[in-house]
């Protein structure tokens, strides 16, 4: 699983112009079952978005055609985890108990 976390580089006013497609790419993402959960951060800085335990190629590969790195408006930094505890509300696969925070 990843975390990714999107610092905006660009003023506001150019990240609303794009977030339509920015929201597109983010329901196909979520379409092809990359994506987990995504959101703004607060302050309004960035965002962040949860991605599935998918090869980091594909994670890669789907962050280069997000409508903000193509224009340039915001850093993706990609960290890998290993969830070993999570709600039962999120579902997915049991945690593994060898893998402890």
């Not at 335990?53 to 994670?59: I, M, N």
């Amino acid at each position: 699983m990843y975390a990714v976390i999107l610092d905006y580089v660009r003023p506001l006013s150019e990240i609303d112009a794009a977030l339509p497609d920015h929201v597109a790419w983010l329901d196909e993402q979520y379409d092809a079952g990359i994506l987990v959960a995504s959101g703004r951060r607060e302050p309004r800085v960035g965002g962040i978005i949860l991605a599935a335990d998918v090869p980091r190629d594909v994670l890669d590969a789907a962050i280069a055609g997000d409508p903000f790195a193509v224009r340039g408006l915001a850093t993706h930094a990609v960290h890998e985890f290993h969830p070993s505890k999570w709600s039962s509300d999120i579902g997915g696969p049991a945690p593994r108990a060898d893998v402890l925070i």
